[in-house]
């Protein structure tokens, strides 16, 4: 911000940025894989619902319907799960996360990311809590908001933590910690219901009520944690603040960056309603970017795969257990995949990664449509063949999400952000991406009846729009600090009109 926000030289803010110093403390690792625990909350809920809806035991006892129609040889394959309770089940926690991280932006501001961190992790084991011990619908589905709750919080506090944390020329790499847990969150829970559905007619309860275990850590975590030092200029403790960057830069020539940090407070303490601000059109780049990337994030079609994984195999043709050991297979591949993005992210830089990404994404749901609308009929089973190459298709598209999409349509957005926009812009990137994900949460198993195999294409669409999207409008924002990022949009050939 320095210089350049307020119309100095650019190049005086840009040679301040080479003035960084500072290595990776123990402090930063620490702070890195506690906040990290948040991310692995939200993989170990999305990938938990999946496999828990298609135990018997737990069909039986809350949704009776859909377990007769799946035990029908003659019902549409593409259709045995279609059940709006069913789909509530697994989409009602996105909408009360969506609520709650809303809420969660003051709060973030005000009272700093430790605050809501603490919320998200209380918030959670409630949740864990009532569901694993629910013995109704309304008690289900209760549980499942309180988690939607902690899952707000967590998802609007954690990502700005870890990029507010990070040293500038790391942040790519330590802001993905937070993908890479929710990857390891989602395989996680594909195993533990691959070993509780042998728990028969219990298993489901365990599976539900394991969530509070990393639900503790990271309340733990956020009460033993150091505030960040931006947090703390922003809210006057100026003293500490530097106290803090001096801790976790493991040196005490920490000059440029903490004045680059209290000139970007000072911005952000004239500015009274950030969510007014966001929308002026110097901000218009950000705001649109934290609007597309969360969108085309879900619009990918993952979370289908993802929540439904166990459902979709299943709905396939491939036996109970067959369909858990595709799921696990699925969330192994995701989880790997994320180390290829840590490893590459700082070196090519986002666009390329998104671009490839892209590519590839399309080129597997097009395969995958074309064997299942050749291959397999909506009473048929497939062949074990193509049953393989099914299965080999949906990983090669996983992957390319793991490296691409998934961690970037988070690290993008947390970065891109002035320090007085920054947590209500993170609040739009959670609540769009929360309000999606319940969209698509809800309506899928509908959507997969209408459109049958149709639906991979519908995806593939969607995937070709963004990829065009990043390479028209994304700048690349590799090596760029956090507080410069302005003079990015005043250089593209399409935002320069704008922010003049």
């Not at 991310?39 to 319907?65: C, Q, R």
């Not at 062949?383 to 999409?405: H, M």
């Not at 994304?474 to 090596?479: A, D, F, I, R, V």
Request: proline content about 4%.
């Amino acid at each position: 911000m320095a210089g350049g926000s307020m119309g100095g030289p650019t190049g005086v803010s840009k040679e301040r940025a080479d003035e960084y110093k500072g290595r990776v403390t123990a402090y930063v690792v620490i702070s890195c894989l506690v906040a990290a625990i948040g991310g692995s909350l939200f993989g170990y809920d999305i990938g938990i619902s999946g496999g828990v809806t298609s135990m018997d035991a737990f069909l039986e006892k809350f949704f009776p319907e859909v377990y007769r129609n799946q035990k029908h040889a003659h019902e549409n394959n593409y259709c045995k799960y279609n059940n709006q309770s069913l789909a509530a089940f697994t989409s009602s926690l996105y909408l009360a996360g969506l609520v709650a991280s809303i809420v969660a932006s003051p709060i973030t501001r005000k009272y700093g990311r430790r605050a809501s961190i603490i919320c998200g992790g209380i918030s959670f084991m409630i949740g864990a809590t009532l569901d694993a011990s629910a013995m109704n619908l309304p008690m289900l589905i209760l549980g499942r908001i309180m988690l939607g709750v902690g899952i707000g919080f967590g998802n609007q506090a954690v990502p700005l933590y870890l990029s507010e944390m990070a040293p500038t020329h790391l942040r790519g790499a330590l802001n993905m910690m937070f993908q890479l847990a929710t990857t390891l969150g989602i395989f996680t829970a594909n195993m533990i219901n691959y070993g509780t559905q042998k728990l028969q007619p219990w298993g489901w309860r365990l599976s539900l009520g394991l969530a509070a275990a990393p639900a503790i850590l990271m309340t733990i975590g956020g009460i033993l944690l150091p505030e960040t030092p931006n947090s703390l200029i922003e809210r006057g403790f100026q003293e500490k603040g530097k106290r803090v960057l001096e801790k976790i830069r493991g040196t005490t020539d920490i000059h440029a960056e903490l004045q680059d940090i209290i000139d970007a407070s000072e911005l952000a303490n004239s500015i009274k309603h950030p969510f007014r601000n966001i929308l002026e059109l110097r901000n218009r780049p950000q705001l649109i970017m934290a609007i597309f990337m969360p969108t085309f994030q879900i619009l990918t079609g993952i979370n289908s795969i993802l929540f439904y994984a166990p459902v979709l195999f299943k709905s396939l043709g491939f036996g109970r257990n067959a369909s858990l050991y595709s799921s696990a297979l699925t969330g192994a591949v995701l989880a790997s995949s994320t180390f290829i993005s840590i490893a590459l992210v700082d070196k090519l830089g986002r666009r390329a990664l998104l671009i490839t990404g892209g590519i590839q994404m399309v080129i597997c749901q097009v395969i995958v449509s074309i064997i299942l609308g050749v291959k397999f009929s909506s009473d048929g089973e497939l062949s074990k063949t193509f049953s393989v190459l099914v299965v080999v298709v949906i990983c090669l598209f996983v992957v390319a999400f793991g490296w691409s999409w998934g961690p970037l349509g988070w690290t993008v957005p947390s970065e891109i952000f002035p320090l007085e926009t920054r947590s209500a812009g993170q609040s739009i990137t959670v609540a769009v991406n929360l309000f999606f994900t319940f969209v698509i949460g809800q309506s899928f198993l509908s959507l997969l009846c209408a459109f049958k195999f149709g639906i991979f294409l519908f995806f593939a669409g969607w995937i070709t729009i963004m990829t065009v999207f990043v390479c028209l409008f994304l700048p690349e924002t590799k090596g760029v600090p956090i507080e410069e990022m302005i003079f990015l949009w005043k250089k593209h050939w399409f935002w320069k009109r704008i922010v003049r």
